[in-house]
């Protein structure tokens, strides 16, 4: 199955696990890693469901971004939301992910990541030669 991966200027996989024709969506499993001097950050998620139409409509937007344009990718529960916006002369890569539990306990996670056009690039390239099969 089709998988994005790139590891600079952070380590981001996605992978497939599932394939739904009826809705069209698929699952995936989602690793994101950063390394800083004095830290590390670490977030992986499993069963993460895209709308298939999403899908297209993000890489659609990402191929044609423009500056002070946020463009985003939210999955279908709406807990994880991936977003790039050009701030000046530079990307913010967001990823936020919101997690609840029978206790009613709610988490969030953010990450923000500044890219320069150079380190924007393989993300850019990973998304968009995505195959979209449906």
Do not use: H
Not at 16 to 38: G, H, Q, R
Not at 58 to 83: G, H, P, T, W, Y
Not at 98 to 103: D, G, L, P, V
Request: proline share 3%.
């Amino acid at each position: 199955m089709a998988d994005i991966s790139f590891t600079k200027p952070l380590s981001f996989q996605l992978s497939i696990t599932e394939i739904d024709d009826n809705l069209p969506s698929f699952k995936t499993e989602i690793t994101v890693k950063a390394n800083y001097l004095s830290s590390d950050f670490q977030f992986s998620a499993r069963e993460v469901w895209f709308d298939c139409i999403e899908w297209e409509k993000f890489i659609n937007s990402l191929e044609d971004i423009s500056r002070d344009e946020e463009v985003k990718l939210a999955d279908l529960d709406n807990k994880l939301i991936i977003s790039l916006r050009i701030v000046e002369n530079s990307f913010k890569f967001y990823l936020t992910y919101k997690s609840s539990s029978i206790s009613n306990s709610n988490s969030v996670f953010f990450f923000e990541k500044i890219l320069d056009e150079d380190e924007f690039a393989p993300f850019k390239e990973s998304f968009l030669s995505f195959p979209i099969w449906w």
